[in-house]
């Protein structure tokens, strides 16, 4: 499975971004997706995740209520909508391949994309 991340940018708080993550080499529907964030100096931490089959959704608390996580079969691309930035959003964000285990840990996924940065400014 191969896993492009794409969508980051600079934005000011208050606004908004789509994350993409594009899949090749195995449908999107055939495993679970989840993204992770690592702003510097930090570990890399739970974003969301989208079960395989697209009917259940995991947040982390303090995304809660501003990021949606959505698919495209066609496309084989998962999005993640991302409204009222705060500046502690600020991270690179990326994408990731479950494979077993904890949905929130990163050592549960087995392949990961590039990352993207996404810079929320106050």
């Known amino acids: 499975v191969q896993l492009v991340e794409s969508g980051g940018g600079l934005v000011q708080a208050g606004g908004s971004l789509r994350l993409a993550c594009a899949a090749s080499g195995r449908t999107v529907n055939r495993y679970s997706t989840g993204w992770f964030r690592q702003a510097p100096g930090k570990e890399r931490e739970f974003v969301a995740a989208?079960?395989?089959?697209?009917?259940?959704?995991w947040y982390a608390d303090s995304v809660k209520g501003r990021f949606t996580l959505s698919r495209d079969n066609a496309k084989n691309t998962v999005y993640l909508q991302m409204n009222s930035l705060k500046p502690e959003d600020t991270a690179v964000y990326y994408c990731?391949?479950?494979?077993?285990?904890?949905?929130?840990?990163?050592?549960?996924?087995?392949?990961w994309g590039q990352g993207t940065l996404v810079t929320v400014s106050s």
């Open positions: 990731a391949a479950y494979s077993s285990g904890s949905v929130y840990s990163p050592e549960s996924y087995a392949y």
């Open positions: 989208l079960a395989a089959t697209g009917g259940i959704t």
